[in-house]
């Protein structure tokens, strides 16, 4: 099967079904691919409407290597709806530099717009909200989703 944009992608985790939309595709050098948004809510099994799980809260945002996963059947495709009007605008990232060895915390972070990046250094508490660009791999994906990870809790 064919990843499309609007996609309804399940995750199977140890702490129930996550679910996340394919909203974009990056194709710009260099290109991270499909970008996923994943949705706060877990559930026990499969909603009766999947597209439901579009208008919950998204968590986080990140590119991963969709099309393979579903090549090897470590996510599932389960619908498909129209990318709803909220979640339509590219997201800003911010991007992290070199942690400082002594901290281990990023002195210096940028943000990219998805065609420009931009160094910034220090993050304001508003911009801890920013999504954390990256290409994330299937088991990545899942740890985050089971422990609760958001961009504002990450500590880097």
Known sequence: MKVKIGDIVEVQTSAGLAYALYAHRHSKPPKYGAMIRVFQQIYASRPTDVAEVTTDRVRFTTFFPLQAAVDKHLVEIVGNVPVPE?????????????????????????????????????????????????VWNYTLLVEQIVHGWCPENDRR
């Open 86 to 134: 909220h979640l339509q605008t590219f997201p800003l990232f911010r991007v992290a530099g070199l942690a400082n060895p002594q901290t281990k915390r990023v002195d210096n972070w940028w943000l990219w717009d998805g065609e420009t990046e931009w160094r910034i250094g220090t993050l304001s508490q508003e911009q801890r909200k920013l999504q954390i660009g990256g």
